[in-house]
Every structure is written in C-alpha cells, then in structure tokens.
C-alpha cells in the first residue's frame, strides 16, 4: 500500500514536471490599454476646454485645456497644442523675443552656465558661443558647447567648432570664425520647445590651457504661429485633472473656432505575471467655437472628470475573481489539516481541538464545500471578466477543478464507495485526489497568478 501511495503521488509529481509548466500558461499578448480594460471602463484620459461663448476683442483671455483621467492609471505626461488655424479673429499673445549675451572666462575642465527662461509659444532657440581671441596661440580651442532642456534632455554641438548650420530658417548673420576658429551654434526648433522652464546653456573647455573669454549669445524666438504647445508634466492621477492654459487675444468680431489635440501617456505598474506594456499613448481632439465679441461669457464646464464611478462590475468581476483566489488559496491548509492529511499525530490533535473526530470531518467537509464553492465563483468570474485569456487557467486551474470535483463526490460519498472498495482503497483514492488537488492549484498560482511575483522571484522561476 505505502508503495503504491508513493507511485500515484511520484507519478503526478513528473506529470507536473513533465509537462513543461511555463508553456501551459497563455496570456494573449494585446496591442494597446484599451484591448484589455476598455470592458471595465477605461479611457485613456477626458479632455475639456474653457466653455466660451463670446470672448471681447482687443483683450487678452486666458484659454484652458483640461485634461482629466477618469480612470486608475496615472497620465505621467500630456503635450496639449492649441491650434488657431480656423479662428481667424485670434491670435496667441506671444511673448517678446528675447536675447542675452554673456562674455566670460571657461578655464580648462571646467564649465559655465547661461540660464535663460523659455515660454510656451517659443519657436526656435539659437545658442552660439564664440571664442573671439586665441590666447593659446595654438589655434583652435577645443571648446564644448551643448543645450541642457529642462527635461534633461540634452542637445549639443560637439566639439571643434561645429555650426548646426540654419535649419529652422531663421536667417541667421554667417558665423564669422575668429582667429582661434571656435564658433559653435545650436539650433533648437521642435516640439521640445513645448516644454516651459529654465534652459542652460553649457560651455566647457575639453583641452588647451587658455582661459582666453568666450562670448555666449542666446536667442529665443516666438514667431506668431497659428499653432502652441505645452506640456503638462505633473503626474495626473486617477479622478484628478490638470490643466495647459493659453494667453488667446481677439482681435476681429467673428466666430472662431479653435481646435485642440492632447497626446497623453498613461501608465501603471504591472506585475510581471501580466503580459503587459505599462506604458500607452492616446491622442484625442476636441474644437471650441464661439463669437469674438464685445463681453466676455462662459458656459457651464461641467465636472472635469465624468461623474460614473470607475469601477464597474466587469472590474469588479476582476477583482473579486483575483480575491476568490486568495481566499480560496488560503482556506486550503486548513482543510487538509481538518481532513488529517498530515498524520496520526494531526489527526489525534484536531480531534481534540474539534472535540470529536465526528465534529472534525464535519468540520473538514463543511469547509471543503466551501473551498469548492469559493473555487467555482472564481472560476466564474475569470470566464466572465475580459482581460485574463480563458486560456491563462485552463490547465493548471482546470486539472485543480476537476481534483476538487473528484474531492467532492469522494467525500460526500465516502460510505457507499468504501462499501465498495474498501476504506483502504477510498483513503487512498481521496489522498491522490487532494495530492493532484495541492499539486496542481501550486502550480495554478506559480504559473498563471497574476501577483505572485514575489513566489516566483523567491524560487527564481521569473
Ligand atoms: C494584456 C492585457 C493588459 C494590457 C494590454 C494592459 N493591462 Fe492593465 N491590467 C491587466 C491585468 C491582468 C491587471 C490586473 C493585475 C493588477 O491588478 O495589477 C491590470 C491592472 C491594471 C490596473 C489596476 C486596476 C485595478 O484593479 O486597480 C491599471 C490602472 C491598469 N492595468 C492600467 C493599464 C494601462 C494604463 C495599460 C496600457 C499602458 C494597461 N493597463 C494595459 C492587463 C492588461
């Protein structure tokens, strides 16, 4: 008997090896957020403006774009741009161009700084730094030159005097290299220029020994362009919003209508077990038509975030499905220990607790029908919710049903079965069941479970 007990529980541990655990788990891979949370209402983000209705002409009005998340991501970042194409009575109050020019010294190995703001509206920055003596004698100084954006972003012009050249156009004077032929230019004109803050611009002298002055200019331009950018770069949380705001100047009586596109990024964290990018981009437009007028009059915005609650019950589906499963997982220890899986000894100790070993099956059974119903809600609900695949559970949660089904019709008919066979042969046939039970629900969590990571990363299956 002790044999054969020995080569049904052998035989089901080399079938769980056998089988090659890892390929029995199948998420299907999805493309973008919404292919798996758009059922439990997701959307990437809501996007309002100021509701006006007439703004006066000749003033200077303040324009908002909201962006708000209404679901439980986070928008880590979102680049709003206003565009004025068809508001013909309006144009963007632009900042004035501005300029700064700075002489100083760069010792060798060091570096010096030129700070310099830049506004939302900027179309092109020009940094030139140029080295108007050679005190060296040497010639050519090696001098290194680079543009430091607020987001850390870097841009430079190498060493050795390299000129970007004019690319943006912006009809720059010829660079006219000195005796030590060190001018060096950096242009920047793209949608980096969204981004509002202070701007360094860096020189450092990569070799030589003079400290002979070098002059730094910086010029930022605002064209008047039918298009602004700006970029919001506080994390927006769920329910919350936030808002780019653009100066907007009427200055024909008309109808306008501006328009207006925000790229988000949304993101969360997803354990690893989710076969899942973390990170999606959405870009959505709205437009906003009103009358270039005499008075300034706003309409009813509305709450920024939609008022329905986030959680719907396909979630919910969701996550009572992953509870069940804690739950279900959780309740299995004591079970066994009811059931006397462990032993003379154990059986002894909870017939003593239960006071009787009559009171310690019906302990043990009730216990397990609940197990077995906690199992079958969770199965439930992972075939009804949609972002877990079918398939994620079918081997390893599946072969664990049909073990606990097996339990069931087992337990419950213990008496007529054991007249039949014998109770030697019913014990032994209730144990295999509960060993195929544990075996394969431990690998049900190992393999398809969502939130054991850290199960995994102990036993180094990740
Ligand atoms: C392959 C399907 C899949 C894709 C694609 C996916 N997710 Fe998930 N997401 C899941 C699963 C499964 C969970 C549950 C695991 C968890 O709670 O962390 C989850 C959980 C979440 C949660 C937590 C919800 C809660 O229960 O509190 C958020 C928020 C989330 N995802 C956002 C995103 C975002 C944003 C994207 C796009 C970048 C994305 N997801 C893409 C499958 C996916």
Same mark, same amino acid.
């Given at each position: 008997?002790?044999?054969?007990?020995?080569?049904?529980?052998?035989?089901?541990?080399?079938?769980?090896?056998?089988?090659?655990?890892?390929?029995?788990?199948?998420?299907?891979?999805?493309?973008?957020?919404?292919?798996?949370?758009?059922?439990?209402?997701?959307?990437?983000?809501?996007?309002?403006?100021?509701?006006?209705?007439?703004? *006066?002409?000749?003033?200077?009005?303040?324009?908002?774009?909201?962006?708000?998340?209404?679901?439980?991501?986070?928008?880590?970042?979102?680049?709003?741009?206003?565009?004025?194409?068809?508001?013909?009575?309006?144009?963007?109050?632009? *900042?004035?161009?501005?300029?700064?020019?700075?002489?100083?010294?760069?010792?060798?190995?060091?570096?010096?700084?030129?700070?310099?703001?830049?506004?939302?509206?900027?179309?092109?920055? @020009?940094?030139?730094?140029?080295?108007? =003596?050679?005190?060296? =004698?040497?010639?050519?100084?090696?001098?290194?030159?680079?543009?430091?954006?607020?987001?850390?972003?870097?841009?430079?012009?190498?060493?050795?005097?390299?000129?970007?050249?004019?690319?943006?156009?912006?009809?720059?004077?010829?660079?006219?290299?000195?005796?030590?032929?060190?001018?060096?230019?950096?242009?920047?004109?793209?949608?980096?220029?969204?981004?509002?803050?202070?701007?360094?611009?860096?020189? &450092?002298? @990569?070799?030589?020994?003079?400290?002979?002055?070098?002059?730094?200019?910086?010029?930022?331009?605002?064209?008047?362009?039918?298009?602004?950018?700006?970029?919001?770069?506080?994390?927006?949380?769920?329910?919350?919003?936030?808002?780019?705001?653009?100066?907007?100047?009427?200055?024909?009586?008309?109808?306008?209508?501006?328009?207006?596109?925000?790229?988000?990024?949304?993101?969360? &964290?997803?354990?690893?077990?989710?076969?899942?990018?973390? =990170?999606?981009?959405?870009?959505?437009?709205?437009?906003?038509?009103?009358?270039?007028?005499?008075?300034?009059?706003?309409?009813?915005?509305?709450?920024?975030?939609?008022?329905?609650?986030?959680?719907?019950?396909?979630?919910?589906?969701?996550?009572?499905?992953?509870?069940?499963?804690?739950?279900?997982?959780? $309740?299995?220890?004591?079970?066994?220990?009811?059931?006397?899986?462990?032993?003379?000894?154990?059986?002894?100790?909870?017939?003593?607790?239960?006071?009787?070993?009559?009171?310690?099956?019906?302990?043990?059974?009730?216990?397990?029908?609940?197990?077995?119903?906690?199992?079958?809600?969770?199965?439930?609900?992972?075939?009804?919710?949609?972002?877990?695949?079918?398939?994620?559970?079918?081997?390893?949660?599946?072969?664990?049903?049909?073990?606990?089904?097996?339990?069931?019709?087992?337990?419950?008919?213990?008496?007529?079965?054991?007249?039949?066979?014998?109770?030697?042969?019913?014990? $032994?046939?209730?144990?295999?069941?509960?060993?195929?039970?544990?075996?394969?629900?431990?690998?049900? @969590?190992?393999?398809?479970?969502?939130?054991?990571?850290?199960?995994?990363?102990?036993?180094?299956?990740?």
């Amino acid at each position: 008997m002790q044999l054969r007990r020995c080569l049904v529980i052998g035989a089901l541990v080399a079938l769980v090896v056998g089988l090659g655990p890892a390929a029995w788990s199948q998420q299907v891979p999805q493309a973008t957020c919404l292919d798996c949370h758009e059922g439990e209402g997701m959307e990437y983000a809501v996007v309002t403006s100021t509701p006006f209705i007439e703004i *006066p002409a000749g003033n200077t009005t303040e324009y908002d774009v909201t962006v708000a998340n209404p679901w439980l991501h986070d928008i880590a970042s979102s680049l709003v741009t206003v565009n004025l194409t068809e508001a013909p009575g309006l144009s963007f109050d632009k *900042p004035d161009d501005i300029s700064r020019n700075e002489s100083m010294e760069v010792p060798p190995g060091e570096a010096r700084n030129v700070s310099f703001p830049v506004q939302a509206g900027a179309t092109a920055v @020009v940094a030139t730094m140029t080295q108007t =003596e050679d005190v060296s =004698e040497r010639g050519a100084n090696d001098v290194d030159s680079r543009l430091v954006l607020p987001d850390g972003t870097v841009v430079g012009a190498g060493h050795d005097g390299i000129d970007s050249g004019d690319p943006a156009g912006l009809n720059l004077p010829e660079r006219e290299p000195s005796k030590a032929n060190t001018v060096e230019r950096i242009i920047v004109r793209d949608d980096r220029l969204a981004t509002t803050g202070g701007w360094n611009f860096t020189m &450092e002298r @990569v070799g030589g020994d003079g400290t002979d002055p070098v002059e730094a200019q910086v010029d930022v331009y605002y064209n008047a362009t039918p298009t602004q950018s700006q970029r919001i770069t506080d994390t927006i949380g769920p329910n919350a919003a936030d808002s780019a705001t653009f100066d907007i100047k009427g200055s024909q009586e008309g109808e306008a209508t501006i328009t207006y596109t925000v790229t988000v990024t949304d993101y969360y &964290e997803h354990p690893d077990g989710v076969q899942s990018q973390d =990170e999606g981009n959405a870009t959505l437009e709205g437009e906003r038509t009103f009358t270039v007028g005499q008075t300034l009059e706003t309409g009813d915005a509305g709450p920024a975030v939609p008022p329905e609650p986030p959680i719907n019950w396909i979630l919910n589906a969701r996550i009572w499905g992953e509870a069940t499963g804690f739950i279900g997982l959780f $309740l299995i220890p004591f079970s066994l220990v009811l059931g006397g899986a462990f032993g003379r000894k154990n059986v002894l100790w909870m017939n003593k607790i239960t006071q009787s070993a009559r009171l310690r099956v019906l302990w043990h059974n009730a216990l397990s029908f609940i197990l077995l119903g906690v199992s079958i809600i969770h199965l439930i609900l992972f075939l009804i919710e949609p972002v877990y695949s079918w398939s994620v559970g079918f081997v390893w949660g599946g072969t664990a049903s049909l073990a606990l089904v097996g339990l069931g019709i087992t337990g419950a008919y213990q008496r007529r079965i054991a007249r039949e066979i014998g109770y030697a042969k019913w014990r $032994l046939l209730h144990i295999a069941m509960a060993t195929t039970f544990v075996a394969a629900t431990m690998a049900h @969590v190992l393999i398809d479970g969502a939130h054991f990571d850290f199960l995994r990363n102990a036993i180094g299956l990740n």
